[in-house]
């Protein structure tokens, strides 16, 4: 069974800095895609970032280029969205998602609004200004 846990959200100031955490079980870090969405309230679920086994460079969308760093370590099966001067308007739940095996593990997936198949519970973010 495949669980993902992300955590790490909070309360921050503007310009301030958050590391989230996504810990995947069940899944291999040898063939695996996990992308982070966020949704504020009133808005659509956004992509923010994607890092995969298969592709050579991770994605971002362009609100976030410069400011965020998505990173892997397989040795805990974790993937961070460290997050750097960040605004109000970043503010949302943050959910990890993720696919392997049948369901691919390229980013070219979450590009293309392609099923994921695991998430996991969302960590809250709220920056003030």
């Known amino acids: 069974e495949v669980q993902l846990q992300a955590s790490g959200g909070g309360l921050v100031q503007a310009g301030g800095s958050l590391r989230l955490s996504c810990a995947a079980s069940?899944?291999?870090?040898?063939?695996?895609?996990i992308a982070w969405f966020r949704e504020a309230p009133g808005k659509d679920r956004e992509e923010v970032s994607c890092?995969?086994?298969?592709?050579?460079?991770?994605r971002y969308a362009d609100s976030v280029k410069g400011r965020f760093t998505i990173s892997s370590d397989s040795s805990k099966n974790t993937v961070y969205l460290q997050m750097d001067s960040l605004k109000p308007e970043d503010t949302a739940l943050y959910s990890c998602?993720?696919?392997?095996?049948?369901?691919?593990?390229?980013?070219?997936?979450?590009?293309?609004?392609?099923?994921?198949?695991?998430w996991g519970r969302g960590t809250l973010v709220t920056v003030s200004s």
């Open positions: 998602a993720a696919a392997s095996g049948e369901y691919g593990s390229s980013c070219a997936i979450v590009a293309a609004r392609q099923y994921l198949p695991y």
């Open positions: 069940g899944i291999t870090f040898d063939d695996y895609l």
């Open positions: 890092i995969s086994s298969s592709d050579r460079n991770a």
